[in-house]
């Protein structure tokens, strides 16, 4: 029997996985600066959690959950956002009573049932921030520095910030029966979905990807003419705030976001490149929720941004990743030296360095090889005579330079070698 990956899935390789670690490590130091930190919640949460907290009407929960029942009957979700999750941690865990604001991180795996292609899978991987105890506009626009200094630290072009806002519980009503007046002589002309949103939450259908619905879309009312005093005087904080911070920006009233739960901010980052599946990020300000989960009235905003369309966008540019680091030592050996060579590997390693010594029994001739394809940068050959005396000659490969060293002296001499 072949065993393959599951449909929607992907195996990071070796020769990929130190992209992701360069991708993860930039995002989790940039969250130091901001302070940031990392919260790690469970992979899978009661199902009604992503019900009430992704919300009811959303494609996520129609169509693409993960759910499963476990022994007891209880209904379980492989987590599809890492939002309604981290939620839920703050709630039960009391953070609402430490001082604000609470900034969190994560780096996750995400599971949605979709519709294979580029960009989108089942499972895939989301790096995000949630910031809890700030209504002021100054959190959001912290949390699209975060993500511009991010972008640009990764050099990344053609990539650019949309915003928008659509409301608040008071002002949103009055824009959706505008909406869904505006979209009812259309209503035949909507995708399936579509007609679905429409009746269940019309602000989606401006998001829809289908032809169809984008034309009628283009003329539709825009949410940032029906905000209260209060949401148009958070939007347009944050918009002085980005010009402050000379951040480039695109008022796209279109976007807003698939989730129930927003408020006032959404935004995206989309590339030029990626196509339909150009969102690399989005993001926003859901005041609603912690208190829709049961916590205490607290505002929040955050962000989730696809890894995987990162990736391929970087590569895309032709982003130079940093390469696997090489070993530092080789340790060749003649069959009766092979023991103190693993010793002599073991005791450098321990020592905090990167030292390679066969392990499969080849020949001489076959290490020296070996040696030469792991592109090692020192070869120190064991024969009976360094054995005798605990020192030998080490090799630079780059030049053929040689250097007597007693084996004690190895360690610190390499030190200075290793990146
Ligand atoms: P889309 O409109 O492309 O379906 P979304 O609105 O469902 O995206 P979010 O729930 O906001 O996406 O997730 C944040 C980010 O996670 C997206 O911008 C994208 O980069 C990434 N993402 C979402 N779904 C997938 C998926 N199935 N495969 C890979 N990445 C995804
Ligand atoms: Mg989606």
């Excluded at 070796?14 to 995002?27: A, D, I, M």
């Excluded at 590569?315 to 030592?329: K, L, N």
């Amino acid at each position: 029997m072949n065993f393959r990956a599951p449909r929607g899935t992907h195996d990071i390789l070796p020769k990929e996985s130190g992209q992701w670690q360069f991708v993860e490590q930039k995002f989790s130091e940039l969250c130091r600066r901001f302070s940031y930190q990392e919260i790690r919640t469970p992979v899978f949460e009661q199902t009604e959690l992503f019900a009430r907290g992704v919300g009811d009407g959303t494609d996520i929960v129609q169509k693409e959950m993960y759910n499963f029942e476990d022994k007891a009957g209880r209904a379980m979700t492989l987590r599809p956002e890492g939002t309604a999750g981290v939620v839920r941690s703050y709630i039960e865990h009391g953070l609402a009573s430490e001082p604000s604001p609470i900034k969190l991180f994560y780096n996750i795996t995400a599971f949605r049932y979709e519709k294979m292609q580029k960009g989108r899978y089942r499972e895939f991987r989301q790096l995000g921030c949630e910031c809890f105890g700030s209504k002021s506009a100054s959190a959001d626009a912290e949390l699209i520095t975060l993500l511009w200094l991010f972008f640009s630290e990764l050099r990344m072009k053609d990539i650019h910030l949309e915003v928008n806002s659509i409301g608040c519980p008071l002002c949103r009503p009055a824009y959706k029966e505008a909406l869904t007046e505006y979209l009812r002589p259309h209503l035949s002309k909507l995708c399936e979905d579509c007609r679905r949103r429409f009746a269940t939450n019309p602000l989606r259908v401006l998001d829809c990807k289908e032809e169809s619905c984008r034309k009628i879309a283009q003329d539709a009312p825009k949410s940032l003419e029906h905000l209260c005093p209060e949401c148009l005087a958070h939007w347009e904080g944050l918009l002085s705030l980005l010009d402050t911070f000379a951040i480039p920006y695109n008022i796209n009233p279109k976007i807003v976001r698939g989730l129930d739960y927003y408020s006032k901010t959404v935004f995206e980052f989309i590339s030029e490149n990626v196509g339909t599946q150009g969102t690399i990020c989005g993001g926003g300000r859901y005041d609603g929720l912690v208190e829709e989960l049961g916590g205490p009235a607290t505002p929040g905003v955050g962000f989730a941004l696809g890894v995987e369309r990162l990736l391929l966008e970087l590569e895309a540019q032709g982003f130079s990743f940093p390469e696997p680091v090489d070993p530092t030592i080789f340790i060749a050996s003649f069959p009766e030296q092979r023991l103190l060579a693993n010793q002599l590997a073991f005791s450098l390693r321990k020592e905090g360095l990167h030292a390679e010594v066969d392990i499969c029994e080849r020949s001489f001739k076959a290490q020296m090889k070996h040696a030469n394809r792991i592109k090692a940068k020192y070869l120190l050959v064991l024969g009976d005579e360094e054995a005798k005396q605990m020192c030998g000659r080490i090799k630079r490969m780059a030049d053929g330079a040689e250097k007597e060293l007693s084996f004690s002296e190895l360690a610190s001499f390499l030190v200075n070698f290793e990146e």
